[in-house]
Nanobody
Framework: QVQLVESGGGLVQPGGSLKLSCTAS?????????VSWYRQAPGQQRELVAS??????????NYTDSVKGRFTVSRDAAQTSVYLQMTSLKPEDTAVYYC?????????WGQGIQVAVSS
């Protein structure tokens, strides 16, 4: 069983930056997991924002079009955390952001963290 804990959310002005962290509780960390960030705005469906493959599968990243060039997903060297660096934030980025980890039949979600972009 893996627990995912998100941190780093909050309120920021348009054009600002935030860095979200997703940290795994288990000793094996996130080394073998494809880790994704999803977000859900009020009244909208949850959408995939960014994902990163395990290093053993090339470590590739993917982004939804609306965040390309502004968001960067990465892993720490210890493979226990995955980050989402968000820059040039817009009001439409306001949502609850969720960390998601998947490896084979194992799927885990974090509890979600609020990001609000407003002046």
């Amino acid at each position: 069983q893996v627990q995912l804990v998100e941190s780093g959310g909050g309120l920021v002005q348009p054009g600002g930056s935030l860095k979200l962290s997703c940290t795994a509780s288990s000793g094996m960390g996130l080394r073998f997991y494809t880790v994704s960030w999803y977000r859900q705005a009020p009244g909208q469906q949850r959408e995939l924002v960014a994902s990163i493959e395990p290093e053993g599968r090339g470590g590739g990243t993917n982004y939804t079009d609306s965040v390309k060039g502004r968001f960067t997903v990465s892993r720490d060297a210890a493979q226990t955390s995955v980050y989402l660096q968000m820059t040039s934030l817009k009001p439409e980025d306001t949502a609850v952001y969720y960390c998601h980890a998947r490896a084979f039949a194992y799927v885990y979600w974090g509890q979600g963290i609020q990001v609000a972009v407003s002046s």
